[in-house]
């Protein structure tokens, strides 16, 4: 196996140790993984699981047993949510996550769907 | 902290103000979970020195961005981001406005000037919104037809007292906003 060449890194820069994290891959569009996308791990994934780099195991561990959205991934391992969504894209593409995106925005909101949320916040909060 | 199995619909409400409004207070005071925070990339006009990416004109910078949790039900949780409200953040409204149910301005009475900007982004992303005037105990209590007027709204928009650290209160003003927006869907 050749060996890497040696690249003279900048280190001052911010994008560079992002960039090694990520395995030099871009940003997935935006949209794609949403705040409110959630996510969690596949069966039998944990296995696959151990091989990936740090960050992206992290990740792994985080949505092992249940839903969280991406949000709060990338709240729960502080790391950068462009960098969560790279891991994400990798890791939906690896068969290794479960995928729940949020319904596209309709022409406009869906009535039954605020009515819901009033009930819920009226029973959450007595009011 | 993991949401229920059978959920299937995530939504959005956003809590906008002024820095420093109490945007961060009243998530806490509202979700389930210890707020969250977000490093969120937003690029801008860099300052006239050089810039090592390559980009002359822009940089990238991260703003944080604090964010709670309610569950609502088996199938249902919604979300509040604590969204700045300055003009130059604009990249991440641009994002987070997408699918939003509407926005919950918080206003500070003593510095009602500093809630234009606000509502200019709050009104150019189409967003339905209700006002929340954060009230604290022993200051001045303002009458909210006059906050109503002087913030130019409409008549429909209906602006609410709250006190941030408090739940009952920091709850009902999300109830008013949530009414509103199905009286807006007719």
């Known amino acids: 196996m050749p060996d890497e060449p040696e690249h003279e890194l900048e280190l001052t820069s911010p994008l560079v140790p992002l960039f090694v994290i990520t395995n030099g891959r871009a940003l997935p569009p935006d949209h794609e993984y949403e705040h409110t996308t959630l996510v969690m791990a596949a069966p039998e994934s944990a296995a696959a699981a151990r091989t990936l780099s740090p960050e992206a195991g992290q990740v792994m561990e985080l949505v092992a047993d249940g839903f969280l959205s991406v949000a709060e991934v990338a709240g729960h391992t502080h790391l950068p949510l462009g960098i969560v969504r790279i891991l994400l894209a990798q890791l939906e593409e690896d068969g290794l996550i479960l995928v729940r995106r949020p319904i596209p925005r309709a022409e406009r909101v869906d009535r039954e769907l605020v009515s819901a949320v009033l009930d819920g916040l009226k029973n959450r909060f007595g009011a | ?186």
């Open chain 2, 1 to 186: 902290m993991y949401l229920d199995p059978d959920v299937s619909h995530a939504v959005k409400i956003l809590i906008v103000g002024h820095f420093g409004v109490g945007k961060t207070t009243c998530i806490g005071s509202l979700s389930e979970i210890e707020p969250l925070r977000t490093e969120e990339e937003i690029t801008e006009a860099s300052e006239g020195y050089d810039d090592l990416s390559g980009t002359p004109h822009k940089k990238t910078t991260t703003v944080a961005m604090d964010f709670g949790r309610l569950t609502l039900s088996d199938t249902l949780v919604l979300y509040l981001f604590g969204t700045p409200g300055q003009e130059r953040f604009k990249e991440m409204w641009e994002e987070l406005s997408r699918g939003a149910l509407g926005a919950l301005v918080l206003v500070d009475p003593e510095r009602l000037h500093e809630s234009f900007p606000v509502l200019d982004l709050v009104e150019s992303f189409g967003l339905a919104y209700a006002i929340g005037v954060n009230h604290f105990e022993g200051t001045t209590d303002y009458p909210l037809d006059e906050i109503h007027e002087a913030l130019n709204l409409t008549a429909d928009t209906p602006v609410v007292r709250c006190d941030v650290r408090d739940e009952t209160t920091s709850a009902q003003a999300l109830i008013t906003l949530v009414t509103h927006l199905m009286s807006q869907l007719g």
